[in-house]
């Protein structure tokens, strides 16, 4: 044993609930693509398992769930943790919610893709942090589409020198951009200004071509702008306590 624990397995019922609820997302998938003329199976599906345990990540990965996503450090840390080697090697860890500068290092030993860089000091300590940890980090470029940075992403005004400098960090690959619709925009409207950034940060950098876009309510409209990663969460793993 190398003193990781397993998690407990999830119930019977659990594994049930989640299977049933998996599939449904995916049966959505699959008609949001054919509705928008795109092959299945294109968009990447990151099952959002914040605030639920890594007995649920486990179940999730029996049913061929192979992209994670949180969003607080501390949790995500402890429930990659908790995971048998086996099941972490299958599975790619994303990391969507806002760093502190101060969590970098730590979001650098077990993330594999972080979504949310905005900004030009998370790049140095992810950097930093990537060097450490002696591994590489898939990044995008998280956008504030309506301006209001205060949950987190960068002006679109600031994406160019952001990119130049994920690409002098040698421990970081800029592989994209990614948004949240803003609350009171049409998802249609919020993700169409998304592709547009994204053709343009992909004419100067051909290998940022990823957007990740998309959750439980408008993974339909990410899908018909492109999205190559849907972030979801409630529509699979259940209401979040404190979120109804
Ligand atoms: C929680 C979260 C999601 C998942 O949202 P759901 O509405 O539960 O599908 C997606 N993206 C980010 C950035 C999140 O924090």
Redesign the pocket.
Known sequence: MTGSTNPGAASAARAAELAQRLSTVRERIDRACADAGRPAGGPTLVV?T?FYPASDVLALAALGVRDIGE?RDQEAAAKVAELDPQTRAGLQVHF??QVQTNKAASVARYADVVHSVDRARLVEALEHGGERAGRQLDVLLQVSLDGDTSRGGAVESDLASLAAAVDQARHLRLRGVMA?APLDWDPDEAFARLASLAADLRADHPGADLISAG???DLEAAIRHGATHL?????ILGSRPGHG
């Open positions: 959002v914040k969003n969507i919610g949240v959750m439980s309510g972030r979801v969460g409630t529509a």
